[in-house]
């Protein structure tokens, strides 16, 4: 059986990619028969995989990574692919075609043996290969009805995908529209395929978090704890890629949602006392990990930081007990917001109805960002908002939501509560007198410079609840003790 594998590493077999495949053609004739106004005949999918890029003008390549449409499709994981899948329409029966590049001999002596059509096709288990300058000719042979191309825009980046160009494409009647939210949607919901990668990756990832906690002490620089990570998942698991920038930020700058950036490169000397905010996740054949760890660089918790961290723990445990096919997660959202308020509100901080404090948006200041996000081939996956689902809340302490659909069994999401003292968030509550009324000033302003606490787990909604991915410590007792044990 053909499969992708990183030494001894997790198999991902080729028959997860031919499901997907069976998946989208499905979908298709189920939902858009009428709209497609194909009695009989060719449909034809034709989508474009990732080409290669140079770092700015220099002939250095970035390390390629598959676009993650083609990778749900095919798993090929070489660029300057284009892939087929026929559909009959009277039989619902699916070929597939890959169209790899037809490669100089010179590519031999620099990059390694040319493998031949025959070879592709056994590696990635498709009915046909040819190369791309076949494609022309293909389709003249082939003589489609309809071929439907993959256009949309993303709803977190707002980047739209522009559909493939490609040789004689005038000749055809094509529809760049219609594929997009059905396949989208086929990816929301993973298969039993998907699911034990998924798995795999988030374990790999937590093993890799738990080593770095052990490691990680006073006077270490946060892109230390960054690179026993990224080694960790690589030399352990397989990993060559993290899903996103690792973001492992101390003190003040665990309060920076997305700290680790280039202009702030997890360059700071972590400091005794300081609470640790570390988020990684590592990629396995192009599916991703998320998990979110915070802990006290020493070891030891101080009661402030254990009013902090408790108040989060509290409402993660909250969501992950209701969370549920049927379930909405805006009101998830709101269960975790009026969770933390409660705790908040019981240490001190806060004084006040808690329905009220909600109903103002004050948990936004404590947490401007949404409780999570749907994960897959992308860490921010697609299928948010798609145009049959529920529109993007309006009210500020909403808006960030990522999703606001009712939860299904077999979706795969991050459930990742948080509480941070940003400035800057800080002084805008302090200068509003709708939200500072609920505020204990004195007990507020202590914690100015504490940072930040974020708890996330990758969790597959099930019809009766949820399944953790993430297996790392999480109560203040057994961070505790793992990091006594390093």
């Not at 043996?113 to 293909?138: I, R, S």
């Not at 071929?147 to 494409?169: V, Y």
């Not at 109903?359 to 921010?380: R, T």
Request: proline fraction near 4%; aromatic fraction near 10%; charge should be negative.
């Amino acid at each position: 059986m053909a499969c992708f594998q990183m030494g001894s590493c997790h198999a991902v077999p080729m028959t997860l990619f031919k499901n997907n495949r069976n998946k989208v053609c499905k979908a298709i004739l189920d939902n858009s028969q009428e709209s497609l106004k194909l009695s009989s005949g060719q449909l034809i999918i034709l989508l474009e995989g990732g080409k290669d890029q140079s770092l700015y003008n220099t002939d250095v390549d970035y390390v390629f990574r598959q676009e993650s449409y083609f990778q749900y499709m095919f798993g090929a994981k070489e660029p300057g692919c284009y892939g087929i899948v026929n559909i009959d329409v009277n039989t619902g029966q699916a070929t597939s075609v890959l169209f790899v590049p037809r490669l100089p001999e010179e590519y031999e002596t620099w990059m390694g043996a040319l493998l031949k059509p025959e070879e592709f096709k056994a590696m990635y288990e498709v009915d046909e290969v040819y190369y791309v300058d076949d494609l022309e000719a293909y389709l003249e042979k082939t003589t489609p009805k309809l071929i439907l191309t993959l256009s949309g825009t993303n709803s977190d980046s707002g980047l739209t995908m522009q559909p493939p160009e490609f040789a004689g494409k005038d000749k055809y009647v094509t529809n760049c529209d219609l594929l997009y939210p059905i396949i989208s949607e086929c990816r929301v919901i993973k298969s039993k395929e998907e699911i034990e990668v998924l798995r795999y990756v988030a374990k790999v990832s937590s093993d890799a978090h738990i080593k770095v906690m052990q490691f990680i002490r006073p006077g270490r620089m946060e892109f230390e704890g960054e690179s026993l990570f990224l080694h960790h998942a690589y030399s352990v698991g397989g990993c060559r890629h993290a899903s996103y920038t690792c973001i492992c930020g101390s003190g003040v700058n665990s309060a920076i949602l997305h700290y680790g950036h280039a202009g702030a490169p997890n360059n700071r000397p972590i400091q005794d006392g300081e609470m640790c905010l570390f988020d990684m996740g590592a990629n396995y054949c192009g599916y991703a990990a998320d998990i979110t760890c915070s802990f006290p660089a020493n070891g030891k918790f101080t009661e402030d930081q254990k009013l902090i961290y408790n108040a989060v723990l509290a409402a993660r445990n909250a969501v992950m007990e209701t969370a549920r096919d049927g379930v909405s997660w805006v009101d998830m959202h709101k269960l975790a917001g009026k969770v933390l308020l409660e705790q908040l509100k019981a240490g001190g901080m806060l004084t006040g109805d808690v329905d009220e404090m909600l109903e103002a948006g004050l948990s936004g200041v404590f947490q401007p960002h949404g409780l999570g996000h749907l994960i897959g081939l992308d860490v921010h996956d697609v299928g948010g908002y798609l145009p049959t689902e529920p529109r993007r809340p309006s009210e500020a302490w909403l808006s960030k939501l990522r999703f606001a659909r009712i939860l299904k069994a077999g979706m795969y999401v991050t459930i990742e509560p948080g509480c941070y003292f940003i400035r800057q968030l800080m002084d805008k509550a302090l200068a509003d007198p709708q939200i500072r009324k609920y505020i204990n000033v004195e007990v507020f302003e202590r914690f100015r410079n504490f940072g930040g606490v974020r708890i996330e787990d990758d969790v597959l909604i099930t019809k009766t609840g949820t399944e953790n991915f993430a297996i790392v410590p999480r109560t203040v007792e057994e961070i505790e003790a793992t990091m006594a044990a390093k």
